[in-house]
């Protein structure tokens, strides 16, 4: 059963990416969902705003698949759970 | 890091060109007849330049070349803020404006200069540029350049678009870019609608219109014609070395900021000026378009039907844009590059996107024929296709 921040971080790439495929959290950005550095951006501007957090570019660049980005903000960035 | 460590760091990866034993870039290519290109001597039928009304071997303008050298020289070796500001250039800018229908425009070097030194003269750290996934690089570096917060949104996504804006308020500059016609796949962007968002979140449009200049609009004057927008009050850009079958780039807009521009864009100050040759032919280009568009522009449209007429016939994918563009959907690099080898054995040149010009797996193969050939060679053409079916579909 996902969480609620997995919901929320599917819904987030799923509102940001040009092909409208299934996002799973085992989804690769790049070779699944086709995922370029710039679709990158926008789907790292959208978690920023819709969790009212600053993204480190360091962190981003060891991002691979969608769970990455879960793990990501769920140690590091929502330690609280005011911000889901 | 040693020298040799440092060069060897960066040796360019040829093992895609390896494996598909083609390497469709850096062709030497000598011009032939109309729409003809060879290479090694061997003719081949341009559908890969961007020459989209065959002017690239117009006699007019060839003529007007010769006689701006004859009467400017070989260049005014100079910055235009300095010495190199010719007065064909001035008339030049005069006629682009008038042209688009914009109070004045400023003529740089090329599109990519314009471009990418752009947005360091008009945006920074305390401004927002909202930019269309698929922009152009050039625009792309120049927005990075600038410092500016930059937010993407997804191609031709206007819903998207407006929630970046909305999101962008508390930002001191907003600015919206966008290409007219994107080249790789032949879209066009929602320009109008593109421009009343702008208008209700106090943004500033800004149009690259290279691969729409010369080439869509009903007297093929660009995007602002096509989409029936009047008095347009954003930043217009465009490559002179397309439709215009030239060389050189430029802005044009509102005559206060074009001002602006001259003393404060260092992309245009610190460069040496567009050569009177590549001026005297654009004036050359620019007249004809406008006198003899209806009938380029018919003869474009009508050979472009037909190719994609040829190739969905193929079984080729096509992307399926709005502009006189046919790109063949191909996915990997290696089928990408593998039927622009099979086109060339057949006397077609194209032209090959992998990434990172394209996002991954979707490689495009684009064909562009414009009015570059007539109808006895858009058959042979048609011929040539028909030879390939079946072998190119992803």
Redesign the interface.
């Given at each position: 059963m996902s969480t609620e921040l997995e919901e929320k971080v599917i819904d987030v790439i799923r509102?940001?990416i040009?092909n409208k495929y299934e996002v799973h959290l085992h989804s690769d950005l790049?070779?699944d969902l086709?995922?370029?550095?710039?679709?990158a951006?926008?789907i790292f501007?959208d978690l920023e705003?819709t969790f009212g957090i600053e993204i480190k570019d360091a962190d981003i660049k060891s991002i691979v698949k969608v769970a990455d980005i879960v793990h990501l903000l769920a140690t590091k960035y929502l330690q609280s759970a005011d911000n889901l | 890091m040693k020298p040799s460590k440092v060069y060897e760091s960066l040796a360019m990866d040829m093992s895609l060109a390896d494996r598909a034993g083609f390497n469709p870039y850096y062709l030497k290519m000598v011009r032939g007849g109309r729409g003809e290109l060879k290479v090694d001597q061997k003719g081949f039928f341009d559908l890969a330049s961007n020459d989209y009304l065959g002017l690239a071997t117009n006699p007019r303008i060839k003529a007007a070349m010769i006689d701006a050298v004859n009467r400017s020289g070989s260049s005014f070796c100079g910055t235009p803020i300095a010495a190199g500001y010719a007065a064909i250039l001035a008339e030049l800018e005069s006629s682009i404006a008038g042209m688009t229908g914009l109070q004045a425009a400023v003529i740089f070097p090329s599109c990519y200069q314009a471009n990418s030194s752009l947005f360091c003269s008009i945006a920074d750290a305390n401004d927002v540029v909202a930019v269309d996934h698929f922009a152009h690089a050039s625009l792309i570096q120049g927005i990075r350049a600038s410092g500016a917060r930059i937010k993407p949104f997804l191609h031709n996504d206007t819903h998207h678009l407006e929630k970046q804006l909305a999101a962008a308020q508390s930002h001191r500059r907003i600015f919206v870019v966008t290409e007219s016609v994107f080249s790789t796949e032949g879209s066009i962007a929602p320009f109008d609608e593109i421009c009343r968002l702008c208008a209700q979140y106090n943004a500033i449009p800004i149009v690259d219109d290279s691969h729409g200049i010369g080439v869509i609009g009903k007297n093929g004057r660009g995007i602002l014609e096509y989409k029936n927008i009047r008095g347009y009050d954003g930043i217009y850009t465009a490559s002179l070395g397309k439709a215009l079958a030239n060389a050189g780039g430029v802005i044009a807009g509102r005559a206060d900021f074009i001002e602006y521009l001259r003393y404060n864009c260092s992309g245009l100050i610190y460069s040496t000026a567009l050569a009177p040759v590549n001026a005297g032919g654009l004036l050359a280009s620019i007249a004809i378009i406008l006198d003899e568009f209806p009938a380029l522009g018919k003869q474009m449209w009508s050979n472009h039907a037909a190719l994609v007429s040829q190739l969905t016939k193929a079984g080729f994918i096509l992307k399926g844009g709005e502009a006189p563009i046919a790109s063949i959907a191909c996915g990997s690099p290696e089928r990408t590059v593998t039927l622009a080898k099979r086109l060339f054995e057949q006397g077609i040149l194209s032209t090959p996107f992998i990434p990172p010009s394209v996002p991954p797996e979707q490689g495009v193969l684009r064909l562009i024929i414009g009015a570059k050939v007539d109808e006895a060679a858009a058959d042979t053409i048609a011929r040539r296709i028909a030879a390939l079916a079946g072998s190119g579909a992803p």
């Open positions: 509102a940001n040009e790049r070779t086709e995922v370029d550095s710039f679709g951006i926008m501007n705003e | -």
